[in-house]
């Protein structure tokens, strides 16, 4: 396999790793890292290279984004990740992707950058859909669900893909999602589950949810209890043996692993100005500090990138280090300036 190939299935695999993977993907990423000495190196280069936020891009990353960036202009596409090679990659960083564009003559890409027609902010939200009882269940890209209301069950079936259900209470009618011959029983809670190829995994956000393996999945009427699990923990059962392996999990694994819930906002070459109206507008409906230009010379500096819109302090911090604006917390404000 070319080194460039090898380098973009590393990149992929860093994307999908952030956004939280199923268990058969890990299996699949474990095959792939000790197929070839060479792949297991090539991710672990990029993934320093992901950790590391305050670093500036790498030799030519700036053209190689800002090609990337005008397809996307012309193209209005909403996607959800940026992809273009290795040095896009190493900055799709914490759900969200960066362009460091300098104004002035330092370099041809900051030239390129100034050329670039600003865009207006592109809001993406995950694809959700409100069950009859009102439960809101979020949808990964590529899942599917199928939903069967009973007056004595809600039951869902999980298609594909990965979904998180926020569960409206009713102790009446239990909340049942199916996904490969599991059923996870539910009253009023949170928790998402995503289906495999060989195994089902269920994370629970809130409350308490019962796994169990029907033994009857034509008629679901009786089931074998495979065990509770409690908000802050997840279970893999895997679907031929219906073995469950049930653990806790770390807030900051839960966080990365439902990444893909969070709201982002789209920039492509969008005055600083305009990008900060979008993030303040999304932390006057979360109570969180508001953004403010100190210095007016600051508005016309253009960003691009796609960014998680509860990651105020991450936008922040590349600022400081991409654009060498410093940033002062005031109260409810964060007050930007150029760095003296």
Not at 38 to 62: M, N, V
Not at 156 to 178: C, I, M, N, W, Y
Not at 188 to 212: C, H, K, N, P, Y
Not at 249 to 275: H, I, M, Q, Y
Request: glycine share 8%; aromatic share 6%; charged share 25%.
């Amino acid at each position: 396999m070319k080194t460039a190939d090898v380098t973009d299935l590393a990149a992929e695999w860093i994307t999908r790793c952030d956004a939280g993977l199923s268990p058969s993907d890990r299996a699949r990423l474990e095959a792939w890292l000790g197929a070839d000495p060479g792949h297991r190196a090539t991710f672990e280069q990029l993934s320093a290279g992901w950790k590391k936020l305050d670093r500036p891009f790498e030799a030519g990353a700036a053209d190689e984004l800002l090609e990337e960036l005008s397809v996307r202009a012309k193209r209005r596409k909403r996607r959800r990740t940026v992809r273009a090679g290795s040095a896009l990659v190493l900055l799709v960083i914490a759900g969200f992707a960066w362009n460091f564009s300098r104004q002035g003559p330092e370099t041809d890409a900051a030239t390129a950058v100034a050329s670039l027609p600003p865009s207006a902010p592109v809001m993406i939200l995950p694809a959700h859909e409100t069950l009859p009882d009102g439960t809101v269940v979020e949808l990964k890209e590529g899942a599917r669900i199928l939903a069967d209301f009973t007056p004595a069950e809600r039951r869902v079936t999980l298609v594909a893909g990965e979904a998180h259900f926020q569960v409206t209470k009713d102790p009446a009618r239990p909340f049942l999602v199916s996904a490969g011959g599991i059923r996870f029983r539910a009253v009023g809670t949170a928790f998402s589950v995503d289906l495999g190829a060989t195994s089902v995994e269920m994370l629970v956000t809130e409350g308490r949810v019962a796994v169990e393996k029907p033994a009857d999945n034509a008629a679901n009427t009786t089931a074998e209890s495979l065990g509770t699990v409690d908000a802050g923990s997840r279970v893999v059962v895997k679907i031929a043996v219906g073995a469950a392996d049930i653990e806790p999990v770390a807030p900051a694994e839960v966080d990365s692993r439902l990444a893909w819930r969070a709201p982002r906002v789209e920039f492509t070459g969008t005055p600083l100005v305009e990008a900060i109206a979008a993030l303040n507008h999304h932390a006057l409906t979360r109570g969180t500090p508001r953004i403010v230009l100190g210095d007016p010379s600051l508005a016309p500096t253009r960003v691009s990138g796609l960014f998680r819109l509860d990651n105020t302090d991450a936008f922040v911090h590349l600022l400081h280090n991409g654009f060498a604006i410093e940033a002062e917390s005031r109260g409810s404000e964060i007050v930007l300036y150029k760095a003296r």
